[in-house]
């Protein structure tokens, strides 16, 4: 397994021994075999007044490293001359080798470089002659950590396809498989849990309360292609040597078709759910048999199996029903109290007032879309990838246009999942059919890695911890790619 970097520059990390290794080549152990010849080392020469330009000048640029790093990391900021020829690499080797004169305990890493609010991608000269940067100034490269993770911890099996994942709880991961149930694994490591009763694939799971348990207790809701919707309730602190298996204490059935995509509200008490129906419908968490005709009490068997026990299960109906789109809804997303944001096969992203269900904005991108996610400022803009290669960013917030803000390219596939950092403004991630997840900065257009675990098409993809990044797919396998920076 290997993570590359699109633009093919090689940044360097820090090995034992201090010799320089491609960062992104994180498949462990490492060998002495694996290592690269030492790269030499750059030329730096301090700018001296009377010193006469000769004819190589023109291919020496004047730089100034800054950075908001803690001090350990922190490079003097005297400007200096450097090959204009230079790339991340080399910026890197200097940055490490000035820290290191100040810093003897410095371990190598890896940078990325930002000027005027973007990340260089390209060699110094070439990126001062796009820019329309006067090569006569002191540029000043303000330096942070690159982001692209450092080992793949080992994956976890299932016996279908992984189609869903939940990362937003630090202690336990959640999955949905294509054979009808949900797992919790503890650490990321353990099957701890498994959430049965589907009778059709599992297309999306969510933590209801995220990661504040309840009276040491999660809440899970899960949507099927069985056009239901089920929540399940279970004890984090019971362990046991092999997966219990829970069943579901309430039952949302409703849909005419299967559920694709399912949000909970900010508050936890509502969840939203998008489906092949065309429709949107939303849930109360919460309720009992006094609520009248929303929640029934029913027997219902806890899986397919006819001769299977029955158990006690709340029945509940859809508070409200959303209707506007003319295809599959494929994602919903509800990043705040009175607002929901849905994408569908019907080529648009649509905006709803949760409390009224009127549609209060629409974009329409000419493509079928799988996925969706608010991020950015203030959870402002809006990604969403699908039909084709290309994750695209909106900010509903400009009027007059609906033209993408930014638009990544570099998958070759349609695009599965789509997420943003749950810290960050800046970063996200995306899944496609093209077997990838990839990380990306909206300071610039090249993915800052590309994470190549699967060997088939990515289903889904979610950050976890916020230095992890998770993923699904058609071979059967949840991965985790660990030892993510993000400043």
């Given at each position: 397994m290997?993570?590359?970097?699109q633009?093919?520059?090689v940044l360097?990390?820090?090995?034992g021994s ?7 080549q994180?498949?462990?152990?490492f060998?002495?075999?694996n290592?690269p ?6 030329h730096?020469r301090?700018?001296?007044a ?9 291919r020496?640029?004047?730089v100034r490293?800054v950075?908001k790093l ?26 490490n080798?000035?820290?290191l004169s100040a810093?003897?305990d410095h371990?190598a890493q890896p ?14 000269h070439q990126?001062?002659l ?6 006569e100034r ?5 330096y942070?950590?690159a982001v692209a993770?450092?080992?793949?911890e080992?994956p976890?099996?299932h ?14 991961l959640?999955?949905?498989?294509y054979?009808g ?11 701890t ?15 209801i309360?995220k990661?504040?348990e ?7 809701v899960t949507?099927?292609k069985?056009r239901s919707?089920?929540l399940?309730?279970?004890d984090?602190?019971?362990t046991t040597?092999?997966p219990?298996q829970?069943g579901?204490y309430k039952f949302?059935?409703?849909?005419s078709?299967?559920?694709q995509?399912?949000?909970?509200d ?11 129906d065309t ?6 968490v919460?309720?009992s048999?006094?609520d009248?005709d929303?929640?029934t009490?029913?027997k ?8 299977g ?10 508070s409200s029903t ?17 607002t929901i944001?849905?994408?569908s ?15 209060t904005?629409?974009?329409f991108?000419g493509k079928?879309?799988n996925?969706l ?6 959870s402002?803009?809006i990604?969403?990838g699908g ?5 695209r960013v909106?900010?509903p917030?400009k009027?007059?246009?609906?033209a993408p803000?930014?638009?990544f390219?570099s998958?070759s596939?349609?695009?599965s ?16 059919f093209d077997?990838k997840?990839?990380?990306?900065d909206?300071r ?14 990515v289903l889904?993809a ?5 230095d ?7 071979d ?11 400043a």
């Amino acid at each position: 397994m290997a993570v590359d970097l699109q633009d093919n520059l090689v940044l360097v990390a820090a090995t034992g021994s201090g010799k320089l290794l491609n960062p992104n080549q994180i498949s462990p152990p490492f060998s002495s075999q694996n290592l690269p010849q030492p790269f030499p080392p750059p030329h730096i020469r301090p700018p001296s007044a009377d010193t006469a330009m000769d004819a190589d000048a023109s291919r020496q640029v004047r730089v100034r490293f800054v950075t908001k790093l803690p001090p350990p990391l922190r490079a003097p900021t005297t400007a200096i001359a450097v090959p204009a020829e230079l790339s991340r690499m080399g910026l890197s080797e200097i940055v490490n080798s000035l820290i290191l004169s100040a810093e003897p305990d410095h371990q190598a890493q890896p940078f990325d470089f930002i000027v005027d609010g973007e990340l260089v991608r390209m060699p110094l000269h070439q990126f001062l002659l796009a820019k329309g940067i006067s090569a006569e100034r002191v540029l000043e490269l303000e330096y942070v950590k690159a982001v692209a993770p450092k080992k793949q911890e080992q994956p976890l099996p299932h016996d279908d396809w992984v189609s869903a994942v939940d990362g937003s709880n630090p202690r336990f991961l959640l999955t949905g498989c294509y054979d009808g149930l949900a797992r919790i694994w503890k650490d990321g490591a353990v099957c701890t849990q498994v959430l049965e009763g589907h009778s059709g694939a599992v297309t999306s799971a969510s933590f209801i309360n995220k990661g504040v348990e309840t009276d040491g207790s999660l809440h899970v809701v899960t949507g099927s292609k069985d056009r239901s919707l089920r929540l399940f309730k279970f004890d984090t602190s019971v362990t046991t040597d092999s997966p219990k298996q829970i069943g579901a204490y309430k039952f949302f059935p409703g849909h005419s078709s299967s559920v694709q995509s399912i949000a909970v509200d900010p508050s936890r008490n509502m969840i939203c759910s998008g489906s092949w129906d065309t429709k949107i419908k939303l849930w109360e968490v919460e309720g009992s048999e006094e609520d009248g005709d929303a929640v029934t009490v029913k027997k219902r068997r806890t899986n397919s199996d006819a001769s299977g026990p029955e158990e006690s299960q709340l029945e509940g109906s859809a508070s409200s029903t959303f209707e506007g789109h003319s295809q599959c809804v494929s994602s919903v997303a509800w990043p705040e109290q009175q607002t929901i944001y849905s994408a569908s096969w019907d080529h648009s992203v649509r905006q709803w007032d949760a409390q009224t269900g009127k549609e209060t904005w629409n974009m329409f991108c000419g493509k079928a879309l799988n996925c969706l996610d608010c991020g950015g400022e203030g959870s402002s803009l809006i990604a969403a990838g699908g039909s084709d290669p290309v994750l695209r960013v909106w900010d509903p917030r400009k009027p007059g246009t609906l033209a993408p803000v930014f638009q990544f390219s570099s998958h070759s596939s349609w695009i599965s999942a789509c997420k943003w950092h749950p810290s960050s403004w800046y970063h996200l991630l995306s899944s496609s059919f093209d077997g990838k997840v990839m990380l990306w900065d909206l300071r610039t257009a090249w993915p800052l890695a590309s994470v190549d675990s699967h060997s088939e098409k990515v289903l889904c993809a979610d950050w976890w911890k916020g230095d992890s990044v998770i993923s699904g797919g058609a071979d059967s396998k949840l991965c985790i790619s660990s030892g993510v920076e993000i400043a």
